[in-house]
């Protein structure tokens, strides 16, 4: 089964103020080495703010990447089930460049526009090279897949599944006041005997 994650990483956003903006609270704090369900943030050094997500969710939507009106952001989406990622960089709210890899597309393939970091080449670079030394197309691993990843890593200094460094927790979110409890309708019998 393949894993899916999304995450937006905002320099000199506060967790305060990322919380405002979510309409959404601390419901936990969890060691890094758990993935966290939902909506987390974690505390980066440099003053980078990471918002993960789950897979029903995409940092590339909706509230998350509205976060990017805070400060210079980079998100990052991983769907390994289906092999492809994605990275994105935004400045003042606005999308400067994306970073994109499909498999189906052909294993060399990276679809880019805009303005990228220049050290997208020495990451692709590397990335050619060992998928080259593993037998290039018919290889059983695919390298060039981390190129958005290792991008996004090379900005924030955060890539999901690699050390934490010392004292990082996720703190989980949920909505101010919680999820809402679901009503439960009364089933067939109950309402047939009078219990519902």
């Not at 492809?84 to 890899?101: I, L, T």
């Not at 197309?137 to 090379?154: C, Q, T």
Request: hydrophobic share 40%; charged share 25%; with cysteine.
């Amino acid at each position: 089964m393949g894993f899916s994650h999304s995450w937006i990483a905002v320099q000199g956003l506060t967790p305060a103020r990322a919380l405002e903006a979510l309409g959404m609270e601390v419901k936990a704090v969890i060691e890094p080495d758990y993935f966290p369900e939902g909506i987390a943030i974690g505390q980066m050094p440099g003053g980078w703010l990471i918002v993960l997500t789950d897979r029903r969710a995409s940092a590339f939507e909706g509230d998350l990447v509205a976060l990017a009106a805070f400060g210079p952001a980079v998100a990052c989406e991983i769907r390994e089930v289906v092999m492809n990622s994605e990275a994105r960089g935004y400045e003042g709210a606005s999308e400067k460049w994306r970073v994109g890899y499909d498999c189906e597309k052909g294993r060399y393939a990276l679809e880019i526009a805009g303005d990228p970091p220049s050290q997208l080449e020495t990451i692709r670079a590397e990335a050619q090279a060992q998928q080259e030394a593993e037998g290039g197309e018919d290889a059983g691993v695919d390298y060039m897949f981390d190129i958005p990843a290792l991008l996004a890593k090379s900005i924030c200094g955060y890539m999901l599944g690699e050390v934490e460094p010392d004292g990082f927790r996720y703190s989980e979110l949920q909505p101010i006041g919680g999820w809402p409890v679901p009503v439960r309708k009364p089933g067939f019998f109950a309402r047939l005997f009078g219990r519902g």
